[in-house]
């Protein structure tokens, strides 16, 4: 339902907003029945021909729909704030608020700029959260800051949402000695800066200064949760993610949809098959809604665990599929050995009334890679820039470099590096290098080298490769050089590591580590199967 600001002026002092709607049906429709951008344009059509479309109370609640709702559509919104005469507040600050929800939120502050200069209407304290979670989405804190200074000017910066937004910015944007000034400046209890700065801490990598303070709440809410249990979920701390759950479940702290989102990616990096059957199953039992965030990362989850069966299953029983489910099924189904069955979901995505993109293509490119099908990669990402108008990126240069290289067409996966019109990383490099060593070209596998030293010097995976490289062509003095290249400039290469899960618990090994509680066990078992054979 459509709510309407007490900002809005009224036709007559007489005359209310609710009385308003109810002498003209089609505002009662909107506000109570529409609920897609067909709906709405077919409303949108009446008020224009009828001339109601020029009334502030009529058209306001169009602008609403179209520019916060969930079923919004930013560029139909625009055209309908463009049309408006004289703008009033209610007008300026929704527009600008669905643009600071929008894919592109540059245009939230442009219409802030635009309203500052041009309009007689001036910007109310409802108008700066969203100019600044613009800037936060945008990464522009050091923009934002001289947003803030003109808070300070004006008296606003205690205003709880305003205060909220800045902390948010500064968080999102990592400007950690600005966010806790921010925070600091008033001490009084509020739970949203409070949730904001532990989301911030973990952003920026400081998961333990995020979890005193978590520890340091006088009252929590979901969100908090949500947000100490994503922070440990990025920063890698999966288990104490899963341990966190657990304590939340014992202080009977009902998740929502986003925790589940966190468990179920902890429990995919893990490859814990048991603990994410247990999250999907309490997902079905609790009755979350399966919406296409949630469905997708069920899929995720199944497809990283190797349970590529029934993450089809959960895929094909979704009662919404959005293309995030269809590009993890793809992806999924190419990683766990099913590229056919890949390339088969992308024609079958192609027939369906959603449209490719860039993501899809990385799924159905790294089908063919793994399958070796380097005509159909071809046809892929020709089709993706010139039926579907995706600009390639170095994602898509890296599957098309492996798929050549895997084949061993070495010279022309060094002809699409070299003119790409992107600078080429040390991956893309390091994946023509391992094809090298595949097939034995050391002259081509020195210049690959010496592009991943170039573009990073502490990277150990060039200088091991190549080593390897001069190695398998009895090369042996030269392999020698590499190691010791590493060991004067002081680089380690990084062990190598495993996940197991066993009756429900996870268990890392790491190569040559002896920190496990049972590394003595696992040794002597080896030593005793090495014996064998």
Not at 251 to 268: D, G, H, Q, W, Y
Not at 501 to 524: C, K
Request: glycine share 6%.
């Amino acid at each position: 339902m459509i709510s309407f600001s007490c900002s809005l002026t009224s036709p007559s002092p007489s005359t209310s907003i609710s009385k308003f709607i109810s002498d003209h049906p089609h505002l009662s429709i909107l506000e109570k029945h529409c609920t897609t951008m067909k709906d709405l344009q077919k409303i949108h059509a009446h008020l224009l021909k009828t001339g109601l479309a020029k009334h502030p109370l009529a058209v306001s609640p169009v602008l609403a729909f179209c520019a916060t709702s969930p079923g919004a559509d930013i560029n139909y919104a625009y055209l309908v704030f463009t049309q408006i005469h004289s703008p009033n507040l209610f007008s300026w600050n929704t527009i600008i608020r669905g643009f600071s929800q929008s894919s592109t939120p540059h245009h939230a502050i442009s219409l802030f700029i635009d309203m500052l200069i041009f309009s007689s209407v001036q910007p109310h304290r409802l108008t700066y959260p969203s100019v600044f979670k613009a800037y936060a989405q945008l990464g522009l804190a050091h923009y934002g800051a001289q947003l803030h200074g003109r808070v300070i000017k004006l008296g606003l910066q205690f205003d709880p949402f305003i205060r909220n937004t800045i902390i948010y910015m500064y968080a999102n944007c990592g400007f950690l000695s600005e966010m806790w000034k921010a925070f600091y400046e008033r001490m009084d209890f509020d739970i949203v800066a409070w949730n904001s700065m532990i989301m911030g801490l973990a952003k920026c990598g400081e998961v333990d200064e995020s979890r005193k303070l978590f520890d340091e709440m006088p009252l929590r809410n979901t969100v908090s949760w949500n947000s100490m249990i994503s922070g440990y979920v990025r920063n890698g701390r999966l288990r104490e993610a899963l341990d966190l759950f657990g304590q939340m479940q014992e202080e009977r702290i009902k998740p929502s949809e986003f925790t589940m989102v966190s468990l179920l990616n902890a429990s995919a990096r893990l490859g814990a098959l048991k603990q994410g059957e247990w999250i999907h199953d309490y997902i079905r039992k609790n009755n979350f809604e399966l919406n296409v965030i949630v469905t997708a990362s069920i899929i995720d989850m199944y497809c990283k665990c190797g349970s590529i069966g029934k993450a089809f299953q959960v895929f094909e029983m979704a009662p919404l599929k959005g293309l995030s489910s269809w590009n993890t099924m793809i992806l999924g189904l190419a990683m766990n050995g099913c590229e056919n069955e890949a390339i088969q979901l992308f024609s079958r995505l192609e027939c369906s009334n959603l449209r490719p993109d860039d993501v899809t293509f990385v799924g159905v490119l790294t089908a063919c890679n793994y399958s070796g099908l380097v005509d159909k990669a071809k046809e892929y990402f020709s089709l993706m820039s010139k039926t579907y108008k995706i600009k390639p990126s170095i994602k898509h240069y890296s599957c098309m470099v492996d798929t050549l290289g895997r084949a061993g067409l070495l010279e022309e996966a060094e002809e699409l590096i070299r003119d790409m019109p992107v600078n080429p990383d040390a991956i893309i490099w390091s994946s023509l290098l391992s094809a090298c060593r595949k097939h034995g070209n050391v002259e081509l596998a020195k210049r690959a080298a010496k592009h991943i030293v170039d573009l990073d010097g502490n990277d150990s995976c060039g200088y091991v490769l190549l080593s390897n490289i001069y190695a398998a062509s009895d090369q042996f003095e030269e392999a020698m050089e590499q190691r010791l290249s590493m060991k004067e400039k002081q680089i380690e290469k990084e062990p190598g590591c495993s996940l197991i899960e066993v009756n429900g618990e996870i268990h890392e090994f790491v190569a040559g580590g002896r920190l496990h509680p049972q590394a003595q066990e696992v040794y002597s078992l080896l030593n005793e199967l090495g014996m064998m054979f």
